[in-house]
């Protein structure tokens, strides 16, 4: 299964009010990394100190990078129309859903799985269920945590581990069983298409 693992690293933890400080995709084919997709973010703004104190991204860092406006469109061209990874995948897409929303941009349009509770039910009896646990746990070779490349790498590599572990007879189980163990409904990115732009004249 081909399939793109995301992250993403912020100001906070309100979409809409916070702001995205650094994009991290990896592509995934025949169950290994094949491309990666990964900046940090000008958030036009200052970093809260309690951001950087997680993730370790300071405002000297970001100053002069890309805005989210002019990184979604690339985005959206790097995903396809590939399934979508995440690790509590809905605070990240939503983050994506406002920006995608206010700058009416393209999105990608594969599905969005969640490891988080699909690891629940495949990994039962963990003393709890953040990244970092369920990576020790599966023995995966780490460096850094809380940035975005290699949290969705991590991430990239827990949905295969999982994949492998759920598979009967060598055959993954198809995208909709996927969605019916995370028990939670389907969940896609917006896609918008642009209104033009009416000019009212002044007469």
């Known amino acids: 299964m081909d399939f793109i693992a995301f992250d993403l690293e912020t100001t906070g933890t309100v979409p809409g009010v916070d702001r995205i400080v650094e994009i991290g995709a990896v592509r995934f ?4 990394p094949d491309a990666i997709f990964s900046t940090l973010i000008d958030p036009l ?3 809260p100190p309690g951001a950087s104190a997680v993730n370790g991204i300071t405002n000297d860092m970001v100053a002069g990078k890309p805005s989210i406006d002019t990184l979604l469109e690339p985005f959206s061209e790097f995903c396809e129309e590939l399934a979508l990874v995440a690790h509590n995948a809905p605070f990240d897409a939503q983050f994506l859903i406002s920006d995608i929303k206010k700058f009416e941009s393209r999105a ?7 490891t988080l509770p699909i690891a629940r039910k495949v990994l039962p009896g963990l003393p709890n269920y953040k990244l970092g646990t369920l990576v020790q746990h ?8 809380h940035r975005a490349e290699e949290d969705a790498t991590y ?17 993954l189980p198809d995208i ?11 969940l896609r ?7 033009p732009k009416q000019l009212d004249f002044l007469i």
């Open 108 to 114: 990608p349009k594969g599905i969005i799985l969640d």
């Open 189 to 195: 990115f917006p896609q918008i298409i642009r209104q």
């Open 29 to 32: 084919r025949n169950g290994s």
């Open 45 to 47: 703004r200052p970093i």
């Open 155 to 171: 991430c990239g590599h827990l949905f295969i581990h999982m994949m492998q572990r759920i598979s009967v007879a060598g055959k």
């Open 176 to 186: 909709s069983n996927l969605i019916t163990l995370t028990g939670k409904p389907e």
């Open 138 to 145: 599966l023995k995966i070779p780490t460096t850094d945590f």
